[in-house]
Each structure stands twice: as structure tokens, then as C-alpha cells.
């Protein structure tokens, strides 16, 4: 098993530009989530879904969307990125069974926006 | 609402020497507690947990003991390696209030040196 990826793994946009981010998981999770790390502010929750067809904003959720159209695939969307956007990314995916009990995390994507 | 508080970092020890990471916790029902580890370049992966009141959580050599009276989770290892160098993450999942979602803790970086 692969676990939960991450695509890409670094990316760097202009201020304006948009961009998709991929998080697929393949251990059949309910759950997953997208968090944002920043130095000094630990991981802040941006949107999550409990299921295919669901998705909830989070605590820091302005200027992203999200989509979960397939069970295992949770994108998360920039419409017009800004330099306050420049974080490292992680998707997150937990088996129902367990509410959020356990979460998996994917290696992350490194985002510049200059 | 529920929060988790983590003592401020960096800290640094030499190999061999005794570590405790320090996490209070603030929850208005029952929470599982967790810590989480981030290696250099790497996302997070479960350390350990516990569920209920007085639980011994255990990993790796690292233990941590749920205490109500306390609202306390704190991490320890009796002997820290080079290998162990990383953030650390305390959090809770409030099965009562926020069954859906984790609350972290901003982290603790750990330097061992030898």
C-alpha cells in the first residue's frame, strides 16, 4: 500500500495563479482533511470531508475550495493564490471506524507563491 | 472550545540524557490524546495514544499517562537517541464535541545531539 500521496511535492506560483493540489489515499478512509504548517503555528485545518460527495470548511478555510468526487481523492483548489498562501501542505485521511481517532498523513507539498 | 497547549521548543539534549515534552489539554467531554512526530521532511505519523483516563500510551521507547486531575499528556523517553531528533505533536480528539477532527498542538522540535 501506498498510504495517502501527495502531488506535487513542490510547486512555486505567481500572485493571481491558480493551482490544484492531489491528495489520494488507498487505504479506503472515510475521512481526510487538508492542514496547512506554518513556522511557529503548528497545523491549521483548511477543509475536510467525512465521505465521498462531502466536504466542511475548517478553522483557516478563505481561498480554498475543495472537492471529494471520488472516495479516495480530496483536492484542494487555489482560485487566485497569494504570497499568504506560501505554506507546506498536508492531506490527512482516518478510517470511519475510528471517528479522527488516527490519521494518516502524506508527505506534504511545499507551496511558494511569490 | 477544546485546545491543546505544548511547552515552547527548541529543545535541545544530548544523547543518552532523559526527555520530557510537556502537553495540557483543555476539552469540555471525553478526549483521546495523542502524540504525533514529524522527521525532517516527513508528515506526521502516530506516536502513541490513549483513550481514557489513566492509559499508559507506549511507543519506541517513549511513554505517555492520561491525567484527568491534571489535563496532562506528558511525552517522555528515558534515553534519546540521535534518531529521535523531530517535532513533536500533542492533540486530542473530542469524540463529544468534535468527533470528526483533531486539535494539535503547535509542536515541540527536538534537537539530540551526540
Known amino acids: 500500500n501506498a498510504g495517502v500521496t501527495q502531488t506535487p511535492k513542490f510547486r512555486v506560483l505567481k500572485t493571481g495563479q491558480s493551482m490544484t493540489l492531489l491528495c489520494a489515499q488507498d487505504?479506503?478512509?472515510?475521512?481526510m482533511y487538508w492542514y496547512r504548517q506554518d513556522p511557529g503555528m503548528g497545523l491549521r485545518l483548511i477543509h475536510y470531508?467525512?465521505?465521498?460527495?462531502?466536504?466542511a470548511k475548517g478553522e483557516v478555510p478563505d481561498g480554498y475550495n475543495v472537492s471529494r468526487l471520488k472516495k479516495q481523492n480530496f483536492l484542494l483548489g487555489l482560485e487566485s493564490a497569494a504570497p499568504s498562501q506560501t505554506s507546506v501542505y498536508f492531506c490527512?485521511?482516518?478510517?470511519?471506524?475510528?471517528?479522527?481517532?488516527?490519521?494518516?498523513f502524506g508527505p506534504g507539498t511545499r507551496l511558494t507563491v511569490l | 472550545g477544546n485546545s491543546v497547549t505544548q511547552m515552547e521548543g527548541p529543545v535541545t539534549l544530548s544523547e543518552e540524557a532523559f526527555l520530557t515534552i510537556n502537553c495540557t489539554y483543555t476539552?469540555?467531554?471525553?478526549?483521546?490524546l495523542f502524540w504525533y512526530v514529524q522527521y525532517p521532511g516527513e508528515g506526521l505519523q502516530l506516536l502513541l495514544k490513549a483513550t481514557k483516563a489513566d492509559d499508559k500510551g507506549s511507543n519506541k521507547g517513549f511513554e505517555a499517562t492520561y491525567r484527568k486531575e491534571t489535563t496532562s499528556f506528558h511525552l517522555e523517553k528515558g534515553s534519546v537517541q540521535v534518531s529521535d531528533s523531530a517535532v513533536y505533536f500533542c492533540?486530542?480528539?473530542?469524540?463529544?464535541?468534535?468527533?470528526?477532527?483533531?486539535?494539535f498542538g503547535p509542536g515541540t522540535s527536538l534537537s539530540v545531539i551526540p
Open positions: 492533540a486530542l480528539s473530542d469524540r463529544r464535541t468534535s468527533y470528526d477532527k483533531v486539535i
Open positions: 470531508s467525512v465521505g465521498e460527495g462531502t466536504t
Open positions: 476539552a469540555t467531554g471525553y478526549p483521546s
Open positions: 490527512a485521511s482516518s478510517p470511519w471506524t475510528s471517528g479522527a481517532q488516527e490519521q494518516f
Open positions: 487505504m479506503n478512509h472515510e475521512y
